[in-house]
């Protein structure tokens, strides 16, 4: 198999894993109990609209499948399955957050599991860019938006 075809054949593996976890994310946040539950919190003034969050995680998602497909495809070295363990670690902590949050409604656990997602993302890239400039880049993304959720929980927990 040549290297185009390899890579893009691991990407639709990464892509196909990541629907799963974006799936498995949907189900912990879609009855409508948790629709009441989640609008009657206090939200910071930065909440995006609802529309937003799924929009940004399509993109987010999608740049770490190319980040991970890009590693991947790199000769296996210990730098690589460092790279590649943080990044499937920091997805664990991913759907861990979802079920925390709205499966559990536990903004308060779920900022613990954040703050533990928030650390393997940054690992996740500094160890990409070690491996892959181009798998780097692709993580920025994961970690400002990450960024963004840790204010977000952290803020409805103080506000609610």
Not at 19 to 40: F, N, P
Request: aromatic share 18%.
């Amino acid at each position: 198999m040549d290297r185009k075809t390899k890579f893009f054949v691991t990407l639709l593996v990464f892509l196909a894993g990541i629907a799963v976890i974006m799936y498995l994310g949907r189900l912990a946040s879609q009855s409508t109990e948790i629709e009441t539950w989640y609008a009657s919190l206090k939200k910071p003034a930065l909440t995006p609209h609802e529309y937003i969050f799924p929009l940004v995680w399509w993109i987010v998602y999608f740049l770490m499948a190319l980040s991970a497909s890009m590693l991947f495809c790199k000769p296996k070295t210990s730098k690589r399955a460092i790279a590649l363990t943080f990044w499937s670690l920091q997805l664990l902590f991913n759907i861990l957050w979802s079920l925390c949050f709205f499966t559990f409604r536990s903004p308060l656990i779920a900022a613990f599991d954040i703050a533990f997602l928030w650390i393997t993302v940054i690992i996740a890239t500094i160890t990409a860019f070690r491996v892959s400039r181009g798998a780097g880049w692709f993580m920025i993304p994961n970690a400002l938006w990450v960024s963004f959720a840790v204010y977000l929980n952290i803020a409805i927990v103080v506000l609610n």
